[in-house]
């Protein structure tokens, strides 16, 4: 064995060591250890796309894949005897001093997801190079992926998506925030916000209520006064990992609850107030009990 083929099968040895260690690690987070699926992206409900023609790509933003995304792992790491396969090979050629061609990708906010070329980028990310040359389709879709995203994030996006086309709250409120969620699941409960909230303004001004119409009311005199008063509040603060949208959602539940089981109607910040005293002040006790441990 010449030394060229010694150094590539030493690679592709070492690179199997760190696909099963990563793999490994993962299975005992409990954590999913693969690429990005393009389908999910397309999910985020694309506008139109752009060819962009042949640009110089960050390798570190490539996170997903079009067809192939279970034969690598979320670093790029071969995962199969067959794609490993395929990396050494391509490494030799790299080593014989091959130029080898462009890859194809799809751009989808800061990220892009390999159409052509996995085991390019695979063997781009092994050996620390930064940048490669790709063929670009650029997709419109309202809201963008990060690099840093993970398939939960990307299916929390595509919810967001939908919520934005059924409600074109961006048209309709351009100055509208966005509106993020830490879990699953919710962005259905806020067309059922606005749903009811359409319900009872056509009820105390006995008239026919558009849906958009509805949409605006709900954001700019339920939702946004709702998080003004959280943020009044410093709310978040006493539940970490949550966002903003997650209480607006808690504080509505409990001023329901007060008002139908209690009989106890509350405006927005005295709901919010009421959430504080009720479920935030274990919270602050119990990181100003790990502050007082911790500063021992």
């Keep these: 064995m010449d030394m060229k083929a010694w150094q590539v099968q030493s690679e592709k040895e070492r690179l199997e060591l760190r696909a099963r260690l990563h793999e490994l690690l ?3 987070k409990g954590e999913p250890n693969a690429l990005l699926p393009f389908h999910q ?4 409900r694309p506008k139109g796309e ?18 192939r995304y279970e034969d690598f792992d979320h670093t790029f790491l071969p995962k199969t005897p067959h794609t490993l396969e395929r990396w050494k090979r391509l490494r030799a050629l790299q080593l014989e001093g091959v130029e080898l061609p462009p890859i194809e990708v ?9 159409k052509d070329g996995n085991h390019r980028v695979a063997l781009a990310k092994a050996t620390g190079q ?14 963008p992926v990060e690099p840093g995203d993970t398939l939960k994030d990307l299916i929390l996006k595509a919810e967001y998506a939908h919520f934005l086309e059924k409600t074109r709250l961006k048209e309709l409120v351009p100055e509208a925030e966005e509106i993020r969620f830490t879990t699953l699941g919710r962005y259905d409960l806020l067309l059922d916000h606005i749903v009811t909230r359409r319900y009872f303004k056509g009820l105390e001004e006995g008239r026919e209520v558009s849906w958009e119409e509805a949409v605006v009311d ?17 709310l978040l603060r006493g539940f970490p990992g949550r966002a903003e949208a997650d209480l607006y959602l808690w504080v509505m539940d409990h001023r329901h609850f007060l008002a139908q089981e209690l009989g106890v109607g509350l405006g927005l ?20 009990g790990l502050k007082g441990l911790l500063g021992r």
């Design 26 to 28: 993962h299975r005992l």
């Design 41 to 44: 992206a397309l999910a985020l």
């Design 50 to 67: 752009h060819h962009l023609g042949l640009k110089t790509i960050e390798v570190d933003r490539v996170v997903g894949s079009v067809d």
């Design 106 to 114: 799809y751009q989808v906010g800061e990220a892009y997801f390999v």
């Design 130 to 143: 930064r940048y490669l040359d790709a063929y670009v389709i650029a997709l419109e879709v309202p809201v």
């Design 218 to 234: 709900w954001y700019q005199n339920l939702y946004r006064p709702t998080l003004e008063a959280i943020r009044r509040l410093g």
């Design 269 to 288: 910040e005295e709901a919010a107030r009421s959430y504080e005293a009720r479920f935030g002040s274990w919270w602050k006790r119990l990181g100003g």
